[in-house]
Nanobody, 124 residues
Framework: QVELVESGGDSVQAGGSLRLSCAAS????????MGWFRQAPGKEREGVAS????????YYADSLRGRFTISQDNAKHTLYLQMNGLRPEGTGMYYC?????????????????WGQGTRVTVSS
């Protein structure tokens, strides 16, 4: 079991930056895939970025590559999402998610644990 708590959401102007954090508790010893998803108002949830906590290259949505960076601090059991060059279409709820132990970053359906989300609003 993993509990996830996001923070860092805020209101910013277009072009601004935010860093989201996701604090994990519970079974933090097992390697797994952890990721960020977002859901814009009236739209389906989409994947933003993910990484396998045991190592390897992170994954990014093609449209966000180069502006967003996912990282982890294993000592703090915390996942981060640095977002630069934010655009109004980036407005929405951002969720942290984790798979079961040992699972890689293959599909959204593999993510069993979800946080409550943190809201990001980007104004033009």
């Amino acid at each position: 079991q993993v509990e996830l708590v996001e923070s860092g959401g805020d209101s910013v102007q277009a072009g601004g930056s935010l860093r989201l954090s996701c604090a994990a508790s519970g079974d933090t010893d097992s390697n797994r895939c952890m990721g960020w998803f977002r859901q814009a108002p009236g739209k389906e949830r989409e994947g933003v970025a993910s990484l396998y906590t045991g190592g390897g290259s992170p994954y990014y949505a093609d449209s966000l590559r180069g502006r967003f960076t996912i990282s982890q601090d294993n000592a703090k059991h915390t996942l981060y999402l640095q977002m630069n060059g934010l655009r109004p279409e980036g407005t929405g709820m951002y969720y942290c998610a984790a798979t079961g132990p040992g699972l890689g970053c293959y599909a959204e359906g593999a993510f069993s644990y979800w946080g409550q989300g943190t809201r990001v609003t980007v104004s033009s």
